[in-house]
C-alpha cells in the first residue's frame, strides 16, 4: 500500500512539475493558431542560445524565472526562433528561423517582437505590437517594458 502511495504522490508532483514548465513553440504557423485560438500575442524570442552571452542573460534573469512564468501563461503564446551554432536544426527549422530574421529585419541577439498574426490565402501577415530586447533590472523591469507593449495605457 506505502508503495503505491508513494507512486501517486511523484507522479501528482511529476504533473505539477511539468504544469508549472512554459511551453515554447518552435513551429511558427502552430504558434500562429494557438495565438489566435487563445486571442493572446505572440512572444517571439529571437536568441543564439549556444553563444549569445546576452540571450542567457535574459534567458537566466528573466525567462526562467516564476514572475514571467506566471505573467507569460497569462499574456503570450511563447515562440522560440533560435540561432545556434553547434546544435543542429533540422532544415525546415533553419529555413523557418531564416525567413523570420529577414521578415522582421532582427539584426542583433536578443531581439523580442511581440506580435499577432493571421493567415490569409496562405500568407501569413504579422501584425507588430513592439519589440525589446534585453532590459537591465531583473524580471520586474523587463516585464515593465513586456506589459507596456502588451497592454498599452490608453491616452
Given at each position: 500500500m506505502k508503495k503505491i502511495v508513494l507512486i501517486?504522490?511523484?507522479?501528482?508532483?511529476?504533473a505539477n512539475l511539468q504544469a508549472q514548465e512554459l511551453?515554447?513553440?518552435?513551429?511558427?504557423?502552430?504558434?500562429?493558431a494557438v495565438s489566435n485560438k487563445?486571442?493572446?500575442?505572440?512572444?517571439?524570442?529571437?536568441?543564439?542560445?549556444?553563444?549569445?552571452g546576452w540571450c542567457i542573460r535574459l534567458q537566466n534573469e528573466v525567462l526562467k524565472t516564476a514572475e514571467f512564468k506566471k505573467w507569460a501563461t497569462d499574456n503570450v503564446v511563447l515562440v522560440e526562433l533560435d540561432y545556434p551554432r553547434s546544435v543542429p536544426q533540422t532544415p525546415e527549422l533553419k529555413s523557418q528561423n531564416?525567413?523570420?530574421?529577414?521578415?522582421?529585419?532582427?539584426?542583433?541577439?536578443?531581439?523580442?517582437?511581440?506580435?499577432?498574426?493571421?493567415t490569409k490565402d496562405g500568407r501569413v501577415n504579422f501584425k507588430g505590437l513592439g519589440k525589446t530586447g534585453y532590459v537591465a533590472g531583473?524580471?520586474?523591469?523587463?516585464?515593465?517594458v513586456a506589459e507596456g507593449?502588451?497592454?498599452p495605457k490608453k491616452s
Open positions: 501517486a504522490l511523484f507522479l501528482i508532483g511529476a511551453k515554447w513553440y518552435t513551429d511558427v504557423r502552430e504558434a500562429i487563445e486571442q493572446k500575442p505572440m512572444l517571439m524570442f529571437f536568441t543564439g542560445s549556444d553563444w549569445c531564416n525567413e523570420l530574421q529577414q521578415a522582421f529585419a532582427i539584426q542583433g541577439f536578443p531581439t523580442i517582437f511581440f506580435t499577432s498574426a493571421e531583473g524580471p520586474s523591469a523587463w516585464l515593465t507593449i502588451v497592454h
